[in-house]
């Protein structure tokens, strides 16, 4: 079934989703919400959309939409994900998906509640590649630690130097470097290692009270991954997954292209990576329409609860990091 997509945020992101969701044909775009008419078809139109929205019950209610894609500011995903539900539609909230545990634990319960999935938006563990490196990771018998980075500068910081606060720099929009790009990080240690017995984060603020980068660095029984990430400098290093005898060498934690395994005793270089897909998004965009598409899939249903432990999971160790390095939002209070 084609499903009709409803979009709320009118990012380069949302390009990028609506485009790799029209690529899959499993989805038509329907309808488009935006604090004012002329942006909603401005952005809608070109893709066929007919229904565009500046009230969000009125958006909500509609009858023709099955989903709607979320990438408005973090500090608003939360209460326009939970109309949106209450409202029996599913949602693809862009990461980060809500700003502390408390909202999670709500909106999963509203999805529970009115018989609809919620989906994280984390596109990269979909991706062939990073699902490669998590059953190599299986193959090392000894792991003695990681680093993992994703650190870009943002144009955007050049607004902060110049003495504005973009929503991405704010607190009161739940940004920072942790929120936006380092959630990346986290998610794939989760994911690899699983949830880490301590957690810390050493975050560099700026002058908006947000973290512009950071160092994390994540406990386990064992072995520590450490992870850098940050929106106000660039790092062009690789990550690194560690073995007593293999290293696994990659070029990044998402849009991963290489995977060198490298045998230490054996002296040998394998790259094991996949061709990439040229859609950054369609791998998540194709395996959320086969979950709505198939609600009573047993197949479907285990992946499904698989990544919603996950999202929990990550949710509740940015909280955490965020505590430790004392970053506040006013969503935190409420």
């Known amino acids: 079934m084609v499903l009709n997509l409803g979009i709320i945020g009118t990012n380069s992101i949302t390009n990028v989703f609506v485009d790799a969701a029209l690529e899959s044909k499993l989805y038509a775009v329907k ?20 229904v565009f929205e ?10 023709e939409i099955d989903v709607v894609y979320i990438a408005s500011p973090n500090s608003l995903h939360f ?45 990269h563990i979909h991706e062939e590649n990073f699902k490669r490196v998590k059953e ?34 704010s607190l009161k929009f739940s940004g920072g470097a942790l929120a936006d790009l380092g959630v990346y990080v986290v998610y794939a ?13 050493f975050a560099q603020k700026i002058s908006t009270g947000v973290d512009g980068k950071g160092t994390i660095i994540f406990r386990y029984p064992t072995f520590d991954v450490t992870m ?8 062009y290093l690789p ?22 395994v490298i045998d230490r005793k054996a002296g040998l270089k394998d790259n094991i990576a996949k061709p990439t897909q040229k859609s950054p998004m369609i791998e998540e965009a194709v395996d959320f329409a086969d979950v709505i598409n198939h ?31 004392g970053i506040i939002y006013p969503a935190d209070r409420k």
């Open 31 to 50: 309808a488009v919400y935006s604090r004012t008419i002329e942006k909603a078809q401005a952005f809608g139109e070109p893709y066929g959309a007919d």
């Open 54 to 63: 500046t009230d969000l019950t009125a958006f909500a209610q509609h009858p």
């Open 79 to 123: 209460e326009q994900a939970v109309e949106i539900m209450k409202n029996g539609k599913h949602v693809i909230v862009e990461k980060p998906m809500f700003s502390n545990p408390t909202e999670w634990k709500i909106a999963a319960e509203t999805a529970k509640e009115n018989n609809v999935f919620m989906f994280d938006a984390a596109r």
């Open 136 to 169: 190599e990771i299986k193959n090392i018998e000894h792991i003695q630690g990681a680093n993992l980075t994703y650190m870009k500068y943002s144009s955007r910081y050049d607004n902060v130097l110049n003495g504005e606060e973009p929503n991405i720099f």
């Open 189 to 201: 240690a989760i994911d690899w290692f699983g949830v880490p017995q301590s957690a810390h984060y």
């Open 228 to 235: 850098q990430t940050g929106k106000i400098a660039s790092s």
């Open 239 to 260: 990550s690194e997954i560690y073995g007593l005898n293999k290293t696994i060498s990659l070029d990044g934690v998402t849009g991963i292209s290489t995977i060198d």
């Open 295 to 325: 609600p009573n899939d047993e197949r479907a249903l285990k992946n499904y609860q698989e990544w919603l432990e996950l999202s929990r999971n990550v949710n509740q160790v940015l909280y955490d990091l965020r505590a430790d390095a």
